[in-house]
């Protein structure tokens, strides 16, 4: 589950509010190990997704860098590459 989360901070265009409630909500379901909440446990995992994305964007706002901003270009072939090496290679018969 949470691989799919990624990195938000330092990156033009800035994350937007979905993207940051998209990483909320697969933190909150990878520590609840629930993927859908049961109706009784909906209320208190939507407040969880809502204050962990709160927290996110304090957090992303509040931090600094010397480093340039990347580009989603640069952050999608980074992650394509390592993608590709922990791959192996097909076996043959």
């Known amino acids: 589950m ?6 938000l901070f ?25 993927n859908m909440p049961s109706q009784a446990n909906r209320e208190a995992f939507d407040r969880a997704v809502d204050e962990v994305a709160a927290t996110a964007r304090t957090l992303i706002a509040a931090l600094v ?3 340039p901003p990347r580009t989603v270009t640069i952050a ?4 394509a590459h390592w ?3 922990r791959k192996s290679p097909p076996r043959s018969i």
Do not use: H, M, W, Y
């Open 2 to 7: 949470c691989r799919n989360i990624k990195t």
């Open 10 to 34: 330092n990156f033009e265009p800035p994350a937007t509010e979905l993207e940051i409630r998209d990483a909320s909500l697969q933190f909150v379901r990878k520590l609840s190990g629930f």
């Open 65 to 67: 860098t010397n480093a």
């Open 76 to 79: 999608s072939v980074s992650l």
């Open 83 to 85: 993608s590709a090496s």
